[in-house]
């Protein structure tokens, strides 16, 4: 009885050494092949966030059995936006006035996971006919914060950021999309999409009246100088 038990002590053993010892060797795998081709694609800044930051992520992460959409800001979005140490709840996180060409990897966890879908998404899934039409969320990691889908005139965007190249990384499980700037945690369709649609379709509103009213201010002057023959009068030939 105390072999029994003995052995099977040491099997079960074996498995979490297994199990303990290939996790971390797949997840440093994966890892190395997303910051790989993301720094030879040009988000140079984003791959040295994620060798650092990702490996958080990826206890969280089932990637067996659901994959991931990584947004990934351009170099650029992160020369503008070098100071992370204020959330961007506070403030636009695609802005700013100091820029520098170098890339800088400070972009914190709750950051990186409000850039994070935990579901596939693709080019399809943001069009207008799409079973995610404008205004749908996206949830994230961060907990309580969700995306917003902003795909408008065919252009696709997310939180008014525009999406400048698909599937920069797709191997199935993880997948990884170039933005043209970081996404606000504050951002609210209502106030920042909604309003605006509200000021175009006003615009465009006001300059169809005033066509109207100028062409029909045209047509009461072209009227108005137009003499007609009084009645039983006859025009002079």
């Not at 050494?17 to 984003?46: D, E, F, K, R």
């Not at 693709?122 to 309580?144: A, C, F, M, Q, V």
Request: contains cysteine; charged residues 15%.
């Amino acid at each position: 009885m105390a072999f029994k038990f003995s052995v099977q002590f040491v099997l079960i053993l074996f498995c979490i050494v297994i199990l303990i010892s290939s996790t971390p060797a797949h997840g440093v795998g994966l890892l190395n092949n997303i910051t790989q081709v993301l720094s030879n694609a040009g988000y140079v800044s984003m791959s040295l966030t994620l060798n650092s930051t990702f490996p958080l992520l990826l206890p969280r992460l089932d990637l067996n059995k659901t994959a991931v959409t990584i947004f990934c800001p351009s170099d650029l979005a992160f020369a503008r936006q070098y100071d992370f140490s204020t959330p961007c709840r506070d403030r636009d996180c695609h802005s700013g006035d100091n820029a520098q060409s170098a890339p800088q990897p400070q972009l914190p966890l709750w950051l990186l996971e409000y850039h994070t879908v935990p579901r596939e998404v693709e080019k399809e899934d943001l069009k207008p006919s799409s079973i995610l039409p404008t205004g749908s969320k996206l949830n994230t990691l961060l907990h309580g914060r969700a995306l917003v889908i902003t795909t408008s005139w065919h252009v696709p965007s997310i939180n008014e950021v525009k999406i400048k190249e698909w599937n920069v990384y797709n191997d199935g499980r993880v997948i990884v999309h170039g933005v043209d700037g970081f996404f606000r945690t504050s951002y609210n369709i209502f106030v920042d999409y909604y309003f605006l649609l509200f000021a175009y379709l006003f615009i465009i509103v006001a300059v169809l009246v005033s066509l109207f009213l100028l062409l029909f201010t045209l047509l009461l002057t072209v009227t108005s100088r137009i003499r007609l023959p009084r009645v039983g009068q006859m025009p002079q030939v």
